[in-house]
Every structure is written in structure tokens, then in C-alpha cells.
């Protein structure tokens, strides 16, 4: 296939992961502490779910314990078979005749090999973006490996972004929207008062309650201390 677009100059910080079993929560736990964030680490957003190609128990835990791990949160994710060096010295191995061959029978049953479409299958299987295979040891695949757990992140990247803008733009379109309400309501109401003439309020309320410096108040007018308010009147039976 066509070469991998990768974003130039990328920077990928990279976080390790213990492999036994009974770590898979606490890992899920404190990558989920960085998404939200409440750690110090950085959110994650990409997984690269390794295995060995030459062990079918780790084949068959990357998919039953860790990609439900990275399932849950919800980053893209590379499968990537490692140890491709020791799969082909595996292949190359021959016991003596005469030498006991049953440890080194059991270690083919539980180090059968693991093809590259059993990687492809199981990778369409969980979602991942991609299947590579590389060797740490003799460095064949690596820089494939980098390229593609670089890629998946930056297109998750890249989506976050534009979500964002999305969100942003239809945020300002509603403002926009009830501003244009407002002012159409606003116009309405003034058409509404304007086709009445000059409509008139009288100011209502018990003696001294500051009927006069309220409306002196509203026409900008001064205010004197000197004013008298209407005397109180108490009725005689």
C-alpha cells in the first residue's frame, strides 16, 4: 500500500504499561485519570496493543484483557505483533536426535506462531486502525509501528479540533440567532408603542411614598429638599 501520512515534526510522548493480568484495572484507572484530568499525565490518544507473535497467550490476552482496556477509553488503537525476530528463530529451530525433545515441543504448543492474517483478522476484529509487526531487537517494523500509532493520533487529534469548532460555530450561530430574535422583538415593540401616540402612566400610591421625586428622578429633573409631600390626612368618624 501507499506510504502512511505522518505529520511533520510530530512529537508522541510515550506511556509504558505493566502486562500482567491483575494491572489491566489499575492501567485502565490511571489513564482514565489522565483523561479527565485528574493526573499529571497527559490525556491519551492513541493505543498501540501489543503482542508477541510467537505466543499464543499473549495473542489471546492482548484481545480478552487489554483491548477492552483501551475500548473503554475510546482512543484509537494500533495492533502490533512484536518479537518477529524470535518467530523466525522459532521456525529455524531443530532439537538433536539425541536430546530430549519434550521441553522444546512444549514450547512450540504454547509459542505456535501467529501469522500475519491471524494479526489482520484480530484487528478488524477490535477496531484497530492497523495491523504492523516489528522486531524491537533487530528494529524491522519500528518505524512503521511509529509511523502508524503517529497517524491514529493525529487524526483523533485533528477530530477532537474539529468537534470543537463545530461546537464553537453552532454556539455562535444561536447567540446570533436569539440576538436577531431580541432585536426583531424589540422593533416590534417600539411599532407597537409608537402606533399607540403618547400613552400616559399615572404614579399611584399612599401619601410621602415618593411618587414626585420618582417621576422628577425619571425626567432627569433636579431635586429639591424644600418639597412638601401631600400631608397625611387621618380621618375623623
Known amino acids: 500500500r501507499s506510504k502512511q501520512w505522518v505529520p511533520v515534526d510530530s512529537t508522541l510522548e510515550l506511556l509504558d504499561t505493566p502486562g500482567k493480568a491483575v494491572f489491566a484495572e489499575h492501567a485502565l484507572a490511571e489513564l482514565r485519570r489522565a483523561g479527565d484530568g485528574t493526573s499529571n499525565a497527559d490525556p491519551v490518544d492513541a ?6 507473535v510467537n ?12 483491548a477492552p482496556v483501551v475500548a473503554a477509553l475510546g482512543v484509537p488503537s494500533v495492533l502490533c505483533g512484536t518479537k518477529i525476530d524470535l518467530q523466525q528463530q522459532q521456525q529455524q529451530q531443530k532439537p538433536d536426535d539425541d536430546e530430549d525433545t519434550t521441553p522444546f515441543l512444549e514450547d512450540r504448543e504454547r509459542g505456535a506462531q501467529i501469522s500475519p492474517s ?5 484487528a478488524e476484529r477490535l477496531g484497530s486502525t492497523r495491523y504492523v509487526e516489528c522486531s524491537a531487537a533487530t528494529r524491522v517494523g519500528v518505524q512503521a509501528a511509529v509511523d502508524e500509532v503517529v497517524c491514529a493520533a493525529a487524526r483523533r487529534v485533528a477530530a477532537q479540533e474539529a468537534a470543537a469548532r463545530a461546537e464553537e460555530a453552532a454556539r455562535q450561530r444561536a447567540a446570533e440567532e436569539q440576538q436577531q430574535q431580541a432585536a426583531q422583538k424589540r422593533e416590534k415593540e417600539e411599532q407597537q408603542f409608537r402606533a399607540l401616540g403618547t400613552p400616559t402612566a399615572v404614579f399611584v400610591g399612599p401619601a410621602a411614598a415618593g ?9 432627569e429633573r433636579p431635586w429639591t ?6 400631608a397625611r390626612v387621618t380621618a375623623t368618624p
Open 47 to 52: 493505543a498501540l496493543l501489543c503482542f508477541a
Open 55 to 66: 505466543d499464543t497467550q499473549s495473542f489471546a490476552e492482548v484481545e480478552s484483557l487489554w
Open 118 to 122: 491471524q494479526g489482520a483478522a484480530l
Open 211 to 219: 411618587k414626585s421625586a420618582l417621576i422628577s428622578a425619571m425626567l
Open 225 to 230: 429638599s424644600a418639597y412638601e409631600p401631600t
